[in-house]
């Protein structure tokens, strides 16, 4: 999309899509996420919703949860309401809704019976899919976004994409973890991450073997030279159609965490925190700070749950602290020898990860709604005293 014809593209509404283009141009994350849920309300003929990230799907359900009966007002009298960030596009949002009483009083025939999983059908019977990647640190909030939309609606992730360019597509709709490498402009290298970080160790995707760990390394048409992602994926085999290789995303590789001499990495955390989830209630996102609170260090867990704190949620420290000792010799090791105390667990209010990308947002300048992540490790000091200002309790 040409920059000078934003002007142009602000009036546009695409066939077959429930929003404007206008919707695109809000900046504010709250505001951009209660203008696609107006639209998608207003639509009961809805059959697919398609984020970049699960994470971004599950704030906009929480949304449709949270402001329900506002949804119902603005649909019932067409009235676009005074949201912060709006003012440039409101003409062309408003010229776009139009008072709809019967939707209106549909929507609130239906209630917001948010406790009954599969709400989202009965207010979209024709739902099909949700289209959203969801591998890796975007897979902990896929049990909350399968309760709003039940189990006759299929989730499906999309691609391994970044900024830079366009490295995976989804290979199998059933497996949220699997993907083929496209064939591209672009040129797609393998580092084996189990080997020196040297050019000479790099391997071309004819030549990657199953079972390994690579990061891929990127050079573009567009002036990047064999520039390093960060992001670790493991081959598991080739597309016998044309020999592209069939990866699973793993993690970001330098994203871990360190107190003493061990370093837990994102998927070693990913998993222990898998492994307590039901304790705790259902862990929907989390976030790992480094916690000197007392005398000897350890791993805060910043937790967001899907409801309310489970009844054996005192046993969680404990059982993270053993979750990780049997996948981390080292932090077994300095566990044992004092180095490490047990992990503190730290719940976080509701909604309180959605605020953070809305906050991450507004203070970067001007970064793209859809593409702020929360990081599994938190290190900066401003992000790590945002977030113990949202705590509601310690477990």
Same mark, same amino acid.
């Given at each position: 999309?040409?920059?000078?014809?934003?002007?142009?593209?602000?009036?546009?509404?695409?066939?077959?899509?429930?929003?404007?283009?206008?919707?695109?141009?809000?900046?504010?994350?709250?505001?951009?996420?209660?203008?696609?849920?107006?639209?998608?309300?207003?639509?009961?003929?809805?059959?697919?919703?398609? =984020?970049?990230?699960?994470? =971004?799907?599950?704030?906009?359900?929480?949304?449709?949860?949270?402001?329900?009966?506002?949804?119902?007002?603005?649909?019932?009298?067409?009235?676009?309401?005074?949201?912060? @960030?709006?003012?440039?596009?409101?003409?062309?949002?408003?010229?776009?809704?139009?008072?709809?009483?019967?939707?209106? /009083?549909?929507?609130?025939?239906? &209630?917001?019976?948010? /406790?009954?999983?599969?709400?989202?059908?009965?207010?979209?019977?024709?739902?099909?899919?949700?289209?959203?990647?969801?591998?890796?640190?975007?897979?902990?909030?896929?049990?909350?976004?399968?309760?709003?939309? &039940?189990?006759?609606?299929?989730?499906?992730?999309?691609?391994?994409?970044?900024?830079?360019?366009?490295?995976?597509?989804?290979?199998?709709?059933?497996?949220?973890?699997?993907?083929?490498?496209?064939?591209?402009?672009?040129?797609? /290298?393998?580092?084996?991450?189990?080997?020196?970080?040297?050019?000479?160790?790099?391997?071309?995707?004819?030549?990657?073997?199953?079972?390994?760990?690579?990061?891929?390394?990127? =050079? =573009?048409?567009?002036?990047?030279?064999?520039?390093?992602?960060?992001?670790?994926?493991?081959?598991?085999?080739?597309?016998?159609?044309?020999?592209?290789?069939?990866?699973?995303?793993?993690?970001?590789?330098?994203?871990?965490?360190?107190?003493?001499?061990?370093?837990?990495?994102?998927?070693?955390?990913?998993?222990?925190?898998?492994?307590?989830?039901?304790?705790?209630?259902?862990?929907?996102?989390?976030?790992?700070?480094?916690?000197?609170?007392?005398?000897?260090?350890?791993?805060?867990?910043?937790? /967001?749950?899907?409801?309310?704190?489970?009844?054996?949620?005192?046993?969680?420290?404990?059982?993270?602290?053993?979750?990780?000792?049997?996948?981390?010799?080292?932090?077994?090791?300095?566990?044992?020898?004092?180095?490490?105390?047990?992990?503190?667990?730290?719940?976080?209010?509701?909604?309180?990860?959605?605020?953070?990308?809305?906050?991450?947002?507004?203070?970067?300048?001007?970064?793209?709604?859809?593409?702020?992540?929360?990081?599994?490790?938190?290190?900066?000091? @401003?992000?790590?005293?945002?977030?113990?200002?949202?705590?509601?309790?310690?477990?």
């Amino acid at each position: 999309m040409v920059v000078e014809r934003d002007a142009i593209y602000s009036t546009i509404k695409v066939p077959n899509c429930s929003s404007p283009l206008a919707v695109s141009f809000i900046q504010n994350y709250k505001s951009f996420l209660f203008m696609h849920a107006l639209f998608a309300l207003v639509e009961p003929k809805l059959e697919t919703i398609n =984020t970049l990230f699960t994470t =971004t799907c599950r704030d906009l359900c929480r949304a449709i949860h949270d402001q329900w009966d506002d949804f119902i007002h603005c649909i019932e009298t067409g009235v676009v309401p005074d949201l912060e @960030g709006i003012d440039r596009v409101k003409e062309n949002l408003q010229r776009f809704l139009q008072p709809n009483p019967d939707r209106a /009083e549909e929507l609130r025939r239906i &209630g917001k019976a948010v /406790e009954t999983p599969g709400w989202f059908r009965q207010i979209w019977p024709e739902l099909r899919v949700i289209l959203a990647t969801a591998s890796g640190p975007f897979s902990t909030v896929i049990p909350e976004i399968r309760h709003y939309i &039940g189990p006759d609606v299929s989730l499906e992730t999309l691609t391994i994409a970044s900024s830079e360019a366009f490295l995976a597509l989804a290979y199998d709709p059933r497996d949220l973890n699997l993907y083929k490498v496209v064939g591209s402009d672009d040129v797609i /290298e393998f580092l084996p991450v189990d080997e020196p970080e040297e050019s000479r160790c790099l391997a071309q995707t004819w030549n990657v073997e199953p079972g390994k760990k690579y990061e891929v390394v990127l =050079t =573009t048409r567009d002036g990047f030279w064999r520039y390093r992602l960060g992001d670790v994926v493991e081959v598991v085999g080739f597309d016998s159609r044309d020999g592209q290789p069939v990866v699973r995303y793993v993690e970001r590789r330098n994203m871990h965490i360190r107190i003493a001499n061990e370093v837990t990495t994102e998927t070693q955390l990913r998993s222990v925190v898998d492994a307590t989830s039901d304790l705790l209630g259902g862990v929907s996102e989390f976030c790992v700070c480094p916690d000197y609170r007392e005398s000897v260090g350890r791993y805060a867990f910043m937790v /967001e749950l899907q409801g309310n704190l489970g009844e054996n949620a005192a046993t969680a420290p404990s059982s993270l602290h053993a979750s990780l000792q049997n996948l981390n010799e080292n932090y077994l090791r300095d566990s044992l020898s004092g180095k490490i105390d047990v992990p503190a667990v730290r719940v976080l209010r509701p909604g309180t990860f959605g605020e953070f990308r809305e906050w991450k947002i507004r203070t970067s300048g001007g970064a793209a709604v859809g593409q702020v992540k929360v990081p599994v490790v938190v290190w900066d000091e @401003g992000s790590r005293m945002w977030l113990e200002g949202r705590v509601n309790c310690d477990v």
